[in-house]
């Protein structure tokens, strides 16, 4: 079971439309909602006129900022509809509540906000300008800042603080300003042969998953608030909810319900309004995002911008990195990647000197989420092709370049902490071989290869699980992992192998907080690493009491006894045997002799298994049009070990291709007030068919002693690299070094 490629089994009923999302959930006596977004980027609100609304037939309520029952804080989760102020266009002002979608839609088009226009900041540099108007008036010095540790690396948060550092000191519009920084620069860079220098911009970027963000919500008669969500963490879910409507944690019930793509953007969603409507009206209420509020409303990548200054000996040895990191936390300012993405702006290498400033700044844009790896695709934009120049300049093969200098197993990495595993370097090893890499001096004038490595430190959260064996003889893992990358497989292949059952006996309840032990979300590649590993130790536990009680029935000492074939047999000798099934039956009918068959996992103490994948990229410009074609990609990722070969190979798949839109296409456009331009899959460009080359995908496995069977994360590290394999290839075909994200052919040309 461990090692071969299977279908993903719940793959089948989402193609055929068969599986069941919170949209198609049926409710008693439901109630729709619909948001009333704002107009204006930044605004006063004067006031809010509801009445047409609900005069509108069908119409149940329509609430505002002061009628939701919260508990004060601020930030997405606690003011879930706009306060006094509006500071994005987009932003929820009210909410509409009928008994049809069509009525909460008519609804929603009559409420009339009146509002006085504020000066809104629409841009980055904007933003740090000298004079630049506060993007948010009503910011409270102090508001907790949300930014979870869902993805790993990042650290303390430092505020305000050392305005002498990066510049925009003056700038109302810092949120938060985090510098990591050891050893001496300066001198790390006048010791330097050659010193590589490079600004570069990357686009707000949608997730784009298909299914919207949906919400239902209702509460029973015990008061408990009881939601089904698309979200990727039913406990944070739960703790989100408890905060923001000041509710007891056992008060709070959350089932992450099938996802249909998440991506990260699922880490902080449209609960609240749906929860609130529900606690006011008390009545099921469902909330399904529209495409449109999903672009303008939801939780995307950010802007960025990054500065980078790099330098080596002549010999290719890296002396000191020194930038800064810019990233727009949009009006609320409440979540951010920049930190993260100065962590990784230095790439998976040992620098003797480093200093990188981390800015998160409030705009009048959508507050940011997650997306897949946050902050690493321009990370690696920048401090890839950066590299890339180096060698050039020096005359180095850029792979030797790079393996002089990548950290291995018990190096140290930049947050100061020991690398206990790693495979980037047999990842470079191995594309090395790949005979694109060899040809890449061989090709016609208009072609290049580009290579690049990503880095992802992975995620951490503790995670738990409980296997029990039913009185059928099968058993149960449960876990409160939400299911965005076939968890199912790699659960049921996990228990299976590590129980002795075959795997049509096991099966997965997952996501329900009322039932699951405490896990973190399914975000940051952790899923199988760490869930999965709390699988395993639970399976390895009930086995271990099944052996116990076979022991009492065939008067055989436990350590003498094995489970195949669905039996507990003596070792080496099959002939006394006696059936699992016979014995859960046998414990559950004498559940006073036996406490049933069940073990607890958890993972209080693994350690961070990074990750890592080299990409090459073929591509090919268009010297009249400025157009980019990838003939082919390959990619090379350390998976740790490959439990589904297949699943893996989709998430490396899936991973190049939103690397190849971050790189090529996509960006949410606005207008010059701060509007989103367009917000549905017609007008937001992502790759299509015809985009995506061929991709030759190569497993390299350097197993992860704490994951389950070796495995790693492997979601978020394909995405990481691909925008500078592009870059680099481009380079490779015009010479010309590209600092903008997506590289569409009017900045190609
Ligand atoms: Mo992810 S961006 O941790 O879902």
């Known amino acids: 079971m461990i090692g071969t490629a299977r279908r993903r089994r719940d793959g089948e009923a989402k193609v055929r439309g068969a599986t069941r999302f919170v949209g198609d959930m049926p409710a008693h006596g439901l109630l729709h909602a619909r948001p009333v977004l704002a107009a204006e980027a930044h605004a006063r609100i004067i006031g809010i006129d509801t009445e047409a609304a609900r005069a509108q037939p069908g119409v149940v309520a329509v609430l505002t900022h002061a009628d939701l029952p919260l508990a004060g804080g601020s930030g997405r989760a606690a003011e879930p509809l706009a306060r006094e102020e509006i500071v994005w266009a987009g932003q929820p002002v009210a909410l509409v509540i009928a008994e049809s979608e069509a009525a909460a839609e008519d609804g929603a088009a009559l409420v009339d906000v009146d509002t006085e226009w504020l000066e809104p900041v629409l841009d980055l540099d904007a933003a740090l300008a000298d004079g630049a108007p506060p993007a948010r008036i009503s910011a409270r010095a102090g508001d907790d800042d949300s930014a979870a540790d869902a993805h790993g690396g990042g650290g303390d948060e430092a505020r305000g603080g050392d305005g002498d550092h990066g510049g ?102 449209a ?263 709390a699988v395993e130790r639970a399976a390895e536990e009930a086995k271990q009491r099944l052996l116990d009680v076979a022991a009492s029935e065939l008067e055989i000492a436990p350590e003498d006894l094995e489970v195949a074939d669905g039996e507990v047999r003596p070792l080496g000798a099959p002939g006394r045997a006696v059936a699992i099934a016979d014995l859960a039956a046998k414990v559950y009918t004498f559940a006073g002799r036996h406490r049933p068959i069940e073990g607890y996992g958890s993972t209080a103490q693994v350690s961070r298994a990074p990750g890592a994948a080299a990409h090459l990229s073929h591509v090919k410009v268009d010297r009249e049009t400025g157009e980019v074609r990838l003939l082919a990609h390959v990619i090379a990722q350390d998976v740790g070990r490959a439990l589904n070969p297949a699943l893996v190979e989709g998430q490396m798949h899936g991973g190049t291709a939103q690397g190849i839109g971050w790189a090529l296409l996509e960006e949410l456009a606005h207008t010059d007030e701060g509007q989103l331009q367009g917000g549905t899959f017609a007008e937001y460009a992502l790759p299509s068919t015809d985009q995506v080359p061929p991709i030759e995908t190569l497993l390299v496995e350097v197993p992860a002693p704490d994951g389950p069977f070796g495995a790693k994360g492997v979601g978020e590290p394909p995405v990481c690299g691909v925008p500078a394999a592009i870059a680099n290839g481009i380079a490779a075909a015009t010479d010309i070094r590209l600092g903008v994200l997506p590289m569409t052919p009017a900045r190609v040309w």
Not at 233 to 258: D, I, S, Y
Not at 379 to 392: C, K, M, P, Y
């Open 168 to 269: 925009a000191a003056a700038s109302p519009n810092i949120a938060v300003r985090q510098r990591l920084q050891a050893g001496d620069v300066e001198a790390g860079l006048a010791a330097a042969d050659h010193v590589v220098r490079g600004r570069f911009r990357t686009s707000w970027v949608h997730q784009a998953y298909l299914e919207p963000q949906s919400t239902l919500a209702w509460v029973e008669p015990d008061g408990t608030l009881v939601v089904h969500s698309s979200t990727q963490g039913a406990f944070m879910t739960r703790q989100g909810l408890a905060n923001t409507f000041g509710l007891a944690m056992e008060k709070v019930r959350v089932q992450a319900a099938p996802l249909g793509g998440a991506f990260g953007g699922k880490l902080m969603i």
């Open 271 to 533: 609960e609240p309004l749906a929860a609130a409507a529900a606690l006011v009206l008390r009545r099921p209420v469902r909330i399904v995002f529209s495409r449109t509020e999903e672009f303008s409303a939801g939780n995307p990548a950010p802007g960025q911008l990054l500065e980078l200054e790099l330098g080596a000996t002549a010999d290719g040895a890296l002396t000191a990195i020194r930038g800064r990191v810019v990233g727009d936390r949009g009006g609320l300012g409440d979540m951010g990647v920049e930190a993260l993405s100065a962590l990784l702006s230095a790439g998976p290498y040992r620098w003797p000197a480093h200093d990188l400033t981390a800015l998160g700044v409030t705009t009048n844009r959508v507050s940011p989420g997650a997306y897949r790896a946050p902050g690493a695709p321009p990370a690696a934009f920048a401090v890839e092709t950066l590299l890339d120049e180096l060698a050039d300049e020096l005359d180095l093969d850029p792979i030797e370049l790079r393996l002089k200098n990548v950290l291995v197993a018990g190096d140290k990495g930049l947050d100061g902490q020991e690398i206990k595993v790693f495979g980037a370097r047999e990842c470079l090893e191995r594309v090395r071989e790949h005979p694109l890499y060899a040809q890449r001096h061989t090709l016609p004038a208009d072609e290049g290869v580009g290579l690049a490595l990503g880095f992802w430190p992975g995620g951490l959260e503790p995670a738990g699980a409980i296997c029990k064996l039913d009185s059928d003889g099968r058993l149960t893992v449960v876990t409160a992992a939400a299911d965005m990358s076939g968890i199912e497989n790699a659960f049921i292949a996990i228990a299976a192998e590590a129980f002795g059952l075959p795997e049509e006996q096991v099966r997965v309840v997952t996501g329900d907080t009322g039932s699951a032990p405490y896990g973190g979300v399914a975000g940051g590649s952790k899923v199988t690493y760490t869930y999965g590993r």
